[in-house]
Nanobody, 116 residues
Framework: QVQLVESGGGLVQPGWSLRLSCSASGISYSNYVMRWYRQTPGKGRELVATLSNAGGLPIYADSVKGRFTISGDNAKNTVFLQMNNLEPEDTAVYLC?????????WGQGTQVNVSS
Protein backbone atom coordinates (compact mmCIF):
# COMPACT_ATOMS: atom_id res chain seq x y z
CA GLN A 1 0.00 0.00 0.00
CA VAL A 2 1.38 3.37 -1.04
CA GLN A 3 1.29 6.23 1.44
CA LEU A 4 2.54 9.78 1.32
CA VAL A 5 2.47 11.46 4.71
CA GLU A 6 3.10 15.18 4.99
CA SER A 7 4.19 16.88 8.19
CA GLY A 8 5.81 20.07 9.38
CA GLY A 9 3.03 22.57 8.91
CA GLY A 10 1.99 25.05 11.53
CA LEU A 11 1.33 28.68 12.42
CA VAL A 12 4.23 31.08 11.90
CA GLN A 13 4.75 34.81 11.56
CA PRO A 14 5.69 36.51 8.29
CA GLY A 15 9.40 36.16 7.57
CA TRP A 16 9.75 32.90 9.47
CA SER A 17 10.69 29.51 7.99
CA LEU A 18 9.16 26.04 7.94
CA ARG A 19 10.32 22.74 6.53
CA LEU A 20 7.66 20.38 5.28
CA SER A 21 8.30 16.66 4.94
CA CYS A 22 6.65 14.11 2.67
CA SER A 23 7.47 10.61 3.87
CA ALA A 24 6.83 7.91 1.29
CA SER A 25 6.08 4.25 1.91
CA GLY A 26 5.27 1.55 -0.61
CA ILE A 27 7.24 3.37 -3.31
CA SER A 28 10.72 4.78 -3.72
CA TYR A 29 10.20 8.48 -4.30
CA SER A 30 13.29 8.63 -6.50
CA ASN A 31 11.40 6.65 -9.15
CA TYR A 32 8.67 9.28 -9.33
CA VAL A 33 8.29 12.91 -10.21
CA MET A 34 7.63 14.47 -6.82
CA ARG A 35 5.64 17.67 -6.51
CA TRP A 36 4.41 19.96 -3.78
CA TYR A 37 1.09 21.65 -4.38
CA ARG A 38 -0.82 24.05 -2.19
CA GLN A 39 -4.53 24.57 -2.00
CA THR A 40 -6.74 27.36 -0.70
CA PRO A 41 -10.49 27.83 -0.98
CA GLY A 42 -10.07 31.02 -2.97
CA LYS A 43 -7.22 30.13 -5.34
CA GLY A 44 -7.72 26.42 -5.80
CA ARG A 45 -4.71 24.16 -6.26
CA GLU A 46 -1.34 25.62 -7.24
CA LEU A 47 1.81 23.72 -8.23
CA VAL A 48 4.61 25.00 -6.00
CA ALA A 49 7.68 22.87 -6.71
CA THR A 50 8.74 19.86 -8.77
CA LEU A 51 11.59 17.42 -8.18
CA SER A 52 12.32 15.39 -11.28
CA ASN A 53 13.38 11.75 -11.19
CA ALA A 54 15.42 12.32 -14.34
CA GLY A 55 18.11 14.41 -12.72
CA GLY A 56 16.93 17.81 -13.91
CA LEU A 57 16.91 20.97 -11.87
CA PRO A 58 13.95 21.56 -9.55
CA ILE A 59 11.19 23.79 -10.90
CA TYR A 60 9.39 26.41 -8.83
CA ALA A 61 6.35 28.59 -9.19
CA ASP A 62 7.27 32.23 -9.69
CA SER A 63 5.52 33.07 -6.43
CA VAL A 64 7.98 31.00 -4.37
CA LYS A 65 11.15 31.18 -6.45
CA GLY A 66 14.12 32.18 -4.32
CA ARG A 67 12.28 31.39 -1.08
CA PHE A 68 11.35 27.70 -1.31
CA THR A 69 13.62 24.71 -1.94
CA ILE A 70 12.53 21.17 -2.76
CA SER A 71 14.91 18.31 -2.00
CA GLY A 72 14.93 14.62 -1.26
CA ASP A 73 16.66 12.19 1.08
CA ASN A 74 16.94 8.71 -0.41
CA ALA A 75 17.91 7.11 2.88
CA LYS A 76 14.76 8.45 4.52
CA ASN A 77 12.63 8.06 1.37
CA THR A 78 11.39 11.56 2.13
CA VAL A 79 10.96 14.74 0.11
CA PHE A 80 11.25 18.12 1.80
CA LEU A 81 10.04 21.62 1.08
CA GLN A 82 12.13 24.24 2.84
CA MET A 83 10.12 27.45 3.00
CA ASN A 84 11.92 30.65 3.97
CA ASN A 85 10.73 34.22 4.34
CA LEU A 86 7.14 33.10 4.52
CA GLU A 87 4.38 35.51 3.55
CA PRO A 88 0.69 35.57 4.47
CA GLU A 89 -0.05 34.61 0.86
CA ASP A 90 1.71 31.29 1.50
CA THR A 91 -1.11 30.24 3.82
CA ALA A 92 -2.56 27.03 2.41
CA VAL A 93 -2.84 23.28 2.75
CA TYR A 94 0.35 21.84 1.26
CA LEU A 95 0.05 18.48 -0.49
CA CYS A 96 2.66 16.06 -1.70
CA UNK A 97 2.20 14.30 -5.03
CA UNK A 98 4.07 11.41 -6.63
CA UNK A 99 3.58 10.79 -10.33
CA UNK A 100 4.82 7.70 -12.11
CA UNK A 101 4.20 6.29 -15.58
CA UNK A 102 0.86 4.78 -14.67
CA UNK A 103 0.09 5.84 -11.12
CA UNK A 104 -0.33 9.05 -9.19
CA UNK A 105 -0.47 9.35 -5.43
CA TRP A 106 -1.44 12.12 -3.03
CA GLY A 107 -0.83 12.77 0.62
CA GLN A 108 -3.46 14.11 2.99
CA GLY A 109 -1.87 17.55 3.28
CA THR A 110 -0.44 19.71 6.03
CA GLN A 111 -1.76 23.15 6.96
CA VAL A 112 0.51 26.18 6.86
CA ASN A 113 -0.71 29.44 8.34
CA VAL A 114 1.34 32.61 8.06
CA SER A 115 -0.03 35.43 10.16
CA SER A 116 1.11 38.18 12.47
Amino acid sequence: QVQLVESGGGLVQPGWSLRLSCSASGISYSNYVMRWYRQTPGKGRELVATLSNAGGLPIYADSVKGRFTISGDNAKNTVFLQMNNLEPEDTAVYLCNARGHSHKYWGQGTQVNVSS
